[in-house]
């Protein structure tokens, strides 16, 4: 057994070396050097603030902005620190008194019909940073009453805003929803201003 | 389901059939020893080693030194791991001051980690330093996955020689897989990772300030070094707690297609690589067939399951339409994500980029049931191959009690020994996973840890111990696995499932080796034909699946009927 012992501890220490250090810290330098915008996390600043990330989803509870998906993330949804997904199964009456909390209070906000599926479950992270584009379609009405914008203006902004399919097979349509809550702030088009 | 779904699934079976045969010629060439595209690179690195180490290349082990040589190199690899864990508040590069992993977490992770197996009991970003992440985690990612193929190709020489002692070097084998293999990939695919926005860093964080004006901490790290090893190797351990369903390990839909083609490629490859070695390339084929019609079958299945989405919910005023997006990622949807979940389980990855506890019965069943098959689906680099191998070796001696005829597998002749030492591999799944659900679906303090009440709380327990000893790591995570009871019998099914599994396939490669190749004649049954592929599906179905059903009738398919008639828990 001994003469095992020796390949087994220099082999253990010698890979230790070339993977578990030169080979993160050669992927690091060259992706700083080549993409630190991606590296770093593909941050969003505004006037110099970093208010996000692009691949990340925030809270919105405001009426002025368009909302999330349910998170499952605690101890407040949408902690970026600690992802999370509910984890309950589909059988779970903790999951049924969650899902029917949270279409009446989609309900509440104006959503009528059928919710779409996305509103009301949390995602797999908790940090999804999408939405159904019909999820954002039923909160058009919402956002522009809040914003006294007109429905058509706003409907325009959700539709720059959605992302389709990559070559028109790969992924599902969504809308990233800062980066459209982002854009509303940035379109600048308040009431006051256009009447 | 939509043709939209069913072409995303179809594209990346495609891009793996289109790597199958380069990837496997490549490590055909790498493991006969001769030198490569990267020996320039790594030749240097390589003799160094050796050097260090004392070992003679040229020198072939038998197949008890090399399987000596194999458990001497995981308890090392164990040890190490154990140690970075439990010192990792005073060791460096520990910018959010975690304190060390507790002794029952830490042999559970150890374990986890040098088995392949990866099942996380912890929430990485919240529990790991940079440190354990990368001199601990990643190194076992790495080798690991090359110990797999290393396992992996002793069995093959098996088959590829005639009538010698020995089965190759466990310390070479172990050095070329990472050097040559799995290092050249993983740089690759983990600087595409970082084009497509997974981050690399050694910022613990950044604070962010909302549109709304509060404050969001954003957990960063060398993400994509990490992940692009932990598809290689079929590991599927998370950097952060939910795995690749977090946006920074699979931002898009491209990066998803990336993570599930970089798991499945490797393990692909190798069955190539064992018909190019035993010089019959229609073999290697026939075991990629078998896997891929499994692959496919199971993939509908839970995608059709999914889709239909969850009638309880569906009756509150859900729209059905998207499916059942509960624990689910808008941008990955129904078909990707049923995608996902099958490659990962008929591999031993483990990663998941959804949570499998809240798919429905069927949906969660599928993934549970790919395991349980023995994970040969193509398995886990190199385990993956020893395994199917292994039902090769029943399915052949099946066909020969049918005719009356000595079995025997590409002119080898099977004999009791090897028999003997199949039944026993493939006797471990069960009593691990059965043994260990049973007895912890009685003791209360074990039932406690259960997340939701009713089948679904069988299922829990029954997946958990299946992981473990399948060596897969991916989990109905409502069970609080972190508990004493929960990671000291974890890890002993992820140990069995390993080394009880490993060790008699390493002796039937010894006996194999020893004997004689004889070659085909008449009353030889062919092992390269469709109906050796349909008696082999049948062998994995009956003799992998069925010893499961009951324990599955109590679970998932409870769960799923209560489901339909809306009975909740």
């Known amino acids: 057994m001994f003469n095992q012992l020796r390949p087994a501890l220099v082999l253990t220490l010698g890979l230790t070396a070339i993977t578990g250090l030169a080979y993160p810290l050669v992927i690091t330098g060259t992706a700083q050097a080549l993409m630190p915008a991606e590296a770093n996390g593909s941050l969003i600043r505004k006037d110099g603030v970093v208010i996000g990330s692009a691949l990340i989803g925030q809270s919105f509870a405001s009426e002025k902005y368009f909302w999330p998906r349910p998170s499952a993330t605690g101890p407040e949804p949408y902690n970026a620190s600690a992802s999370s997904g509910s984890n309950l199964g589909t059988t779970s009456f903790k999951l049924k008194d969650r899902v029917a909390a949270d279409i009446d209070r989609l309900r509440a906000a104006g959503l009528a019909g059928e919710i779409p599926a996305d509103a009301g479950t949390a995602s797999g992270s908790g940090l999804d940073p999408h939405i159904s584009p019909e999820f954002a379609r039923d909160q058009i009405a919402r956002v522009a009453k809040a914003r006294g914008l007109s429905e058509a203006d706003v409907r325009g902004i959700v539709e720059r805003a959605t992302q389709g399919r990559l070559f028109g097979v790969i992924g599902e349509p969504r809308v990233n929803v800062l980066e459209l809550n982002l854009a509303l702030d940035g379109s600048r088009t308040s009431a006051s201003s256009r009447r | ?569």
Not at chain 2, 393 to 421: C, D, H, N, Q
């Open chain 2, 1 to 569: 389901m939509t043709v939209i779904g069913w072409l995303q699934i179809s594209l990346l079976f495609l891009a793996v059939l289109a790597v199958v045969k380069p990837l496997g010629l490549y490590m055909a060439q790498v493991f006969s020893g001769g030198r490569n595209v990267f020996s320039p690179i790594f030749g240097p690195v390589e003799r160094g080693l050796y050097a260090a180490a004392g070992v003679d290349p040229a020198k072939e082990q038998g197949w008890l030194a090399y399987t000596l040589s194999m458990l001497a190199f995981s308890l090392a690899g164990f040890a190490t791991l154990y140690a970075i864990l439990r010192l990792q508040a005073w060791l460096p590069l520990n910018p959010q001051g975690f304190g060390s992993v507790p002794p029952d977490l830490a042999f559970n992770t150890a374990v986890s980690f040098v088995t392949n197996t990866n099942w996380q009991n912890y929430a990485g970003e919240t529990t790991m330093s940079h440190l354990s992440q990368m001199l601990g985690l990643t190194v076992q990612n790495f080798v690991s996955a090359a110990s797999g193929i290393a396992m992996a190709l002793a069995l093959t020489r098996a088959f590829a020689r005639s009538a010698v002692s020995t089965v190759g070097n466990f310390w070479v084998d172990l050095t070329r897989a990472t050097l040559y293999v799995l290092l050249p990939l993983a740089i690759v695919v983990a600087l595409a990772f970082v084009a497509m926005g997974l981050p690399q860093t050694f910022h613990a964080s950044v604070t962010a300030t909302t549109l709304e004006g509060a404050q969001q901490s954003i957990a960063l790290g060398p993400v994509a070094s990490q992940e692009a090893i932990k598809q290689l190797g079929t590991n599927g351990g998370g950097f952060f707690n939910v795995n690749a369903a977090h946006p920074f390990e699979n931002p898009t839909a491209l990066s998803n297609y990336l993570n599930i083609f970089a798991m499945l490629s490797v393990s692909a490859a190798l069955l190539y690589t064992f018909g190019q070695f035993v010089g019959n390339r229609r073999q290697g084929w026939a075991f990629i067939a078998v896997t891929f019609a499994f692959l496919i079958a199971s993939a509908g299945v839970v995608y059709w399951a999914e889709a239909a989405g969850n009638p309880i919910l569906t009756a509150l005023g859900l729209d059905p339409a998207l499916g059942n997006m509960e624990g689910k990622e808008v941008r990955f949807g129904q078909a990707m994500t049923a995608l996902y979940a099958t490659v990962t389980t008929g591999l031993s990855d483990g990663g998941v980029n959804g949570m499998h506890g809240s798919f429905t019965g069927l949906g969660g069943l599928v993934p549970m049931f790919l395991i349980q098959l023995g994970e040969v689906l193509p398995g886990g680099v190199g385990s993956g191959l020893y395994g199917m191998v292994v039902f090769a070796i029943l399915a052949v001696f099946v066909a020969g009690l049918m005719v009356g005829r000595t079995p025997e597998l590409l002119g080898k002749k099977i004999g009791s020994r090897e028999m003997k030492y199949a039944m026993f591999a493939v006797l471990i799944l069960p009593l691990a996973i059965l043994g260990f659900t049973a007895i912890s679906a009685v003791l209360p303090f074990a039932v406690a840890s259960v997340g939701t009440a009713g089948p679904h709380g069988l299922s829990e327990v029954l997946y958990a111990f299946t992981s473990a000893a399948g060596n897969n790591g991916s989990a109905f995570g409502g069970l609080t696995g972190n508990t004493p009871w929960y990671n000291t019998t974890l890890g002993i099914a992820m140990l069995l499932g390993r080394f009880a599994y490993a060790v008699p396939v390493l002796a039937i490669a010894g006996s194999i080796a020893a004997k004689t190749r004889v070659p085909a004649s008449k009353g030889t049954f062919p092992t390269d034909t469709p109906l050796f592929v349909g008696l082999l599906i049948g062998i994995i179905l009956i003799l992998g699946g069925l010893q499961f059903f009951p324990a599955l009738a109590l679970g998932p398919i409870i769960e799923h009927l209560a489901m339909l008639s809306g009975q909740t828990f």
